[in-house]
């Protein structure tokens, strides 16, 4: 089996697990909830073809709604987001233009790149998973609210796991 799809099916594997088991558990003042399973859509490389994309984002999706009961609101978000990588690819391009080998990461395209790439998808997924999740406009700025706060705090945890996990093997290669 390819290398890549092996790391790429343990990425997910972990990703759902901690999701599942530890951060779908913090809530924080009711409104704060980090979503880290969307990071595998996010490292995904940018070879993958845009079917396998969708089918992967809805994967993911549906296996978290799987262990939280949650009636594919996350199925449909991360569908969404996946539906969006390619938008947010062709609106930020980078100096290497996505060269074949290069991978979506502040490891291989930098802070400023990584920032505004995951800052614009994860506000894509967090605007359909709120949106979907109070299906009303009647408390419109209060989901706004959740959406900005949300979405800072899943970016802060992505780029921590970034630093954490991937930036320090990669630098000494």
């Known amino acids: 089996m390819n290398n890549k799809i092996l790391i790429n099916i343990l990425r997910l594997i972990i990703l759902v697990v901690i999701q599942v088991m530890v951060l779908n558990r913090i809530n924080l003042g009711g409104y704060l909830n ?5 990071m595998f859509i996010l490292l ?3 070879e993958t073809p ?13 296996t978290v709604d799987a262990f939280s009961g949650s009636y594919a609101i ?5 569908t969404f ?3 969006m990588r390619p938008v947010v690819l062709r609106m930020i391009t980078s100096k290497k233009e996505y060269e074949p080998g290069l991978r979506p990461g502040i490891q291989d395209l930098g802070f ?4 505004n790439y995951s800052v614009l998808l994860v506000l894509f997924h967090h605007l359909a998973l709120y949106f979907i999740e109070n299906f009303s406009f009647a408390d419109f700025f209060l989901t706004i609210w959740r959406i900005i706060l949300n979405t800072i705090l899943t970016v802060a945890v992505i780029f921590l796991t970034q630093y954490l ?3 320090s093997k990669q630098q000494t290669t």
Do not use: Q, R
């Not at 980090?34 to 969307?38: A, E, N, Q, R, T």
């Not at 845009?50 to 549906?62: E, P, Q, T």
């Open 34 to 38: 980090p979503y880290l399973y969307i």
């Open 44 to 46: 995904l490389p940018f």
């Open 50 to 62: 845009k079917w396998l994309l969708l089918l992967a984002s809805f994967g993911i999706g549906i």
């Open 74 to 78: 996350h199925a449909f978000a991360a």
């Open 81 to 83: 987001m996946g539906f």
């Open 112 to 115: 400023n790149w990584f920032l």
């Open 165 to 167: 996990f991937f930036t």
